[in-house]
């Protein structure tokens, strides 16, 4: 199997040739959105040429579109590792989705029950179990981050947790800090407990491969836009709760949790976007011949893993020489495994908006602020000052990128320190 190479794939993204002035971006803004390959344009667009129309029609358009619908079911299914494409659900966005999952857990719920939420998540993950234990007279418990790693506090997750828990809500790993959360012993402690977990997977997904059965969740969620495809949200839940919540629909409506005309051609191109990511494990996976689409997916998850964890390797090695920069989260080289390739940083002299239009124009594109993990932000002293900057690596950042961040942030701190 040839060693990973995102050289041979970048060709694939038409924007990563955009460039500033003579040279080319670099694009480390990700977390916030990855860009996208041809084929997942194309997906979109030719939806619109060949199959554009809505559900259940007698017509060919018609029966090509459901077609399609089905296939991108199971494509997602595939990914997230799930025993049946009914088990997925599609929908506008995580948001909107965890939201409408959470109104139909507020009808279960009852006064004195509790729901645990973290507070390293995006408010995306808090939010909607914040609303829903307010509607139903329920108990929110929080549990608490390590603020020198910005890792989850374990033994207060233990204190939140009881016989009343009737939901965890935790982030398989975090938008701002990249700190992948012990989600297997986080589920593992909320079943004992009796609770269902409900697992945020938007950050993690581009990252390394999704399994809610080793997982054992009940829930999980994740966004197209952040593995290379359209702005799609999806849903996973076990069939077995889906179907017993009472979910907010209409009348005729087959789907129990997809309202509405869903966003055809979003669904065309996350389709698209997960064969791609199959197409990188057929090329630098460790699979064996005639493997089926799960097990590409899960092949090339890991491709991309192994890739972006000597980039983070590599940053790791060239940030403390950098004056005046400070890493908030895991730095250590040895727990790179417990990480994403999302980096918080901040440096002396530098509000967090200056040095990202600094950077910006070097050619170097990275988001700051709190990135919605706005409860992480205020708990280590941040958000009066701008919050981070936050540079996440995608499988298609090479090393070369890395060095030219390292030089370009090193050049922006000795120019504040030394007061230029
Ligand atoms: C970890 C995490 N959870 C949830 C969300 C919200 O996702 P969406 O934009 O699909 O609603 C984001 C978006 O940045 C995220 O990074």
């Not at 959105?33 to 129309?53: C, E, F, K």
């Not at 603020?147 to 701002?176: F, P, Q």
């Not at 089926?292 to 997916?297: A, F, P, T, V």
């Not at 790791?316 to 790179?336: Q, Y």
Request: charged content about 20%.
């Amino acid at each position: 199997m040839p060693a990973f190479d995102p050289t041979a794939l970048r060709p694939e993204f038409p924007a990563l040739a955009l460039a500033e002035g003579d040279r080319p971006v670099v694009f480390l803004d990700g977390p916030g959105g990855t860009q996208v390959p041809r084929r997942v344009i194309d997906a979109v667009a030719d939806y619109y040429r060949a199959s554009n129309a809505n559900h259940g029609g007698a017509f060919a358009t018609s029966v090509r579109s459901d077609a399609m619908l089905d296939e991108a079911h199971a494509a997602v299914a595939d990914l997230v590792g799930a025993a049946s494409p009914a088990e997925v659900t599609f929908g506008q966005n995580m948001t909107s989705l965890t939201f409408a999952l959470s109104r139909s857990i507020a009808r279960v719920l009852r006064p004195g029950d509790e729901v645990v939420v973290s507070r390293l998540d995006h408010e995306a993950n808090r939010a909607p179990w914040i609303a829903a234990a307010a509607d139903a007279g329920a108990t929110v418990r929080e549990v608490a981050v390590d603020r020198a790693t910005c890792t989850l506090d374990l033994e207060s997750l233990d204190a939140a947790l009881s016989a009343r828990t009737r939901l965890v809500a935790v982030g398989l790993a975090s938008n701002a800090t990249g700190t992948v959360n012990p989600v297997v012993e986080i589920v593992r402690r909320a079943h004992a407990a009796g609770a269902w977990a409900f697992v945020d997977a938007v950050h993690y997904a581009p990252h390394g491969p999704l399994d809610v059965a080793a997982l054992d969740a009940d829930f999980l969620a994740c966004s197209a836009y952040k593995f290379f495809g359209p702005h799609v949200g999806i849903l996973w839940g076990r069939a077995a709760i889906l179907d017993a919540l009472p979910a907010y629909k209409v009348r005729p409506a087959e789907d129990r949790w997809e309202t509405g005309t869903q966003n055809h051609e979003g669904i065309a191109g996350t389709l698209a976007a997960v064969e791609y990511l199959a197409g990188v494990g057929e090329r630098f996976g460790d699979v064996r011949e005639g493997a089926g689409r799960r097990e590409l997916l899960v092949a090339g998850m890991r491709a991309i893993e192994g890739h972006e964890r000597t980039l983070s390797l590599r940053l790791l090695a060239g940030l403390p020489s950098i004056p005046g920069l400070v890493l908030h989260g895991l730095a250590d080289p040895a727990r790179v495994a417990e990480r994403t390739p999302t980096f918080a940083i901040t440096i002396g002299g530098w509000s967090p908006r200056a040095l990202a239009e600094a950077l910006a124009g070097e050619g170097i594109y990275a988001w700051d602020g709190d990135f919605y993990a706005t409860t992480l932000v205020e708990d280590l002293g941040l958000a009066g000052s701008g919050g981070v900057v936050r540079v996440g690596f995608a499988h298609y950042t090479t090393a070369a990128e890395v060095d030219r961040l390292l030089v370009t942030l090193g050049s922006l701190a000795a120019a504040r320190s030394s007061g230029r």
